[in-house]
């Protein structure tokens, strides 16, 4: 049994709350780091309270960990700051391994802007020299149900552009493998599922499985930012709402990878597989 811990963040959230489960399966100690620590699952954990703007809390919380699960922080106009904190947190803490959840197409000039911090964050760690995997995820099957409003209708600019929808539930078996072997590390994996479809064809799918009409209307880039004004968000995340569907109109989530076969050892779902699996997700639409 390995005497380092495995730290991980984000373990309040959906994904690292997944990967921290299927780690506590197994023999490795794990080590949460959480702004919130009350609200960590309850597993049998060495629980730290560290947040991603506090290097010194986040540098003492990591202090004898070899490896490190990276879930990328939640939007925040200062989240590469944040993550930039992170990163010289390991480093300064001798961590020998991030495992950083990032984005598919993750480059300087993406079309989505969070896509930008995403390669900057891949940066950080490479230029830190410390041995990485980064986990390049498409739009999560989980959030197809809530795409759709009220009506039924999904609204978006991503006019017949097609994405390779991936379920949180693959991503986390796969960062779960990554993050307890050393087999992959200095590698970067395109996380998608098994197909690339459009929105068309992600609301009819949709529409059939629950039984009830759900279509897709492209919006024009001007009829995007109008829709979203009423949330009443600031400029920086409406941008990133709205350029996630250019992003899929440009082509740059139209990939398809083997990456959750080779590291889970199973085809990745498709999204009638995930509405199987996660009847709650869809409730809304039939309420």
């Not at 879930?71 to 925040?76: A, F, T």
């Not at 995997?133 to 498409?138: A, E, G, P, S, Y």
């Not at 809530?146 to 991503?158: H, L, Q, S």
């Amino acid at each position: 049994m390995t005497t380092s811990p495995i730290a991980l963040t984000g373990v309040t959230g959906e994904l690292g709350g997944r990967v921290a489960r299927l780690l506590s399966k197994g023999d490795h100690p794990l080590r949460f780091l959480a702004r919130e620590p009350d609200k960590c699952p309850p597993l049998d954990a060495d629980v730290r309270e560290a947040s991603f703007d506090d290097t010194t809390a986040m540098t003492e919380s990591l202090a004898g960990v070899e490896t490190l699960f990276f879930v990328s922080g939640r939007e925040d106009k200062d989240r590469l700051e944040h993550h930039r904190s992170v990163v010289e947190a390991a480093a300064a803490a001798g961590v020998g391994k991030i495992v950083y959840t990032s984005f598919i197409g993750a480059a300087p000039e993406s079309t989505f802007t969070l896509g930008r911090q995403h390669y900057a964050t891949e940066g950080f760690i490479r230029d830190i020299g410390i041995a990485f995997v980064f986990l390049r995820d498409n739009l999560y099957t989980d959030f197809v149900p809530y795409f759709a409003g009220p009506d039924g209708v999904i609204r978006g600019p991503a006019g017949d552009g097609r994405l390779g929808w991936v379920t949180r539930d693959d991503i986390a078996e796969a960062a779960a493998a990554v993050l307890t072997t050393s087999e992959h590390d200095g590698k970067v994996f395109d996380m998608t599922g098994p197909e690339s479809i459009d929105l068309y064809e992600t609301a009819d799918r949709l529409g059939r499985f629950i039984g009830r009409d759900i279509g897709y209307h492209p919006e024009t880039v001007d009829e995007a930012y109008a829709s979203r004004a009423v949330y009443g968000a600031p400029d920086w995340e409406v941008d990133a709402w709205v350029t996630s569907y250019l992003a899929i109109a440009d082509g740059e989530m139209d990939v398809v990878s083997d990456a959750v076969e080779i590291l889970t050892g199973h085809p990745p779902q498709r999204l009638e597989d995930f509405l199987t699996a996660h009847p709650e997700s869809y409730q809304g639409l039939l309420e």
